[in-house]
């Protein structure tokens, strides 16, 4: 897993520094990204689908919304530390079961950096 982690979040570094989020994203454009999770999240706290709400998720660790029945996987990183921030959801956004191996999140990545700092952008926003 750690080698993986490695290769993944030194890839999430360079897309992260490569749609620079100095430029803030567009939250309208973000919130169409969203379309793509709402099957599976809410941005209710409390309130879990398939996936966990996403209510206060960043600054969460991960594996720990509460009333939710999270993957061996995403406990044990979060045990090792792992905490949601935007450049951590950004890594895990790109390509979520190879970021985690045994995550149960399905989803299969977001392929375009606009994308992702469009959502990054919408999240800040609509999970305060």
Request: with cysteine; aromatic share 8%; net charge positive.
């Amino acid at each position: 897993m750690k080698k993986t982690l490695s290769l993944t979040a030194t890839i999430a570094i360079l897309v992260v520094s490569s749609i620079g989020y100095a430029n803030a994203g567009d939250v309208a454009k973000g919130k169409k990204v969203f379309n793509k999770c709402k099957a599976c999240h809410t941005l209710i706290a409390g309130k879990h689908r398939i996936g966990p709400s996403l209510a206060g998720v960043f600054g969460r660790t991960a594996g720990s919304a509460k009333k939710y029945k999270f993957s061996k996987a995403m406990k044990k990183a979060g045990a090792g530390g792992l905490v949601w921030d935007e450049k951590t959801m950004a890594a895990y956004l790109i390509k979520p079961r190879k970021y985690i191996k045994g995550t149960k999140m399905t989803f299969a990545g977001l392929k375009k950096p606009v994308q992702i700092e469009n959502l990054m952008a919408f999240l800040k926003e609509a999970t305060k």
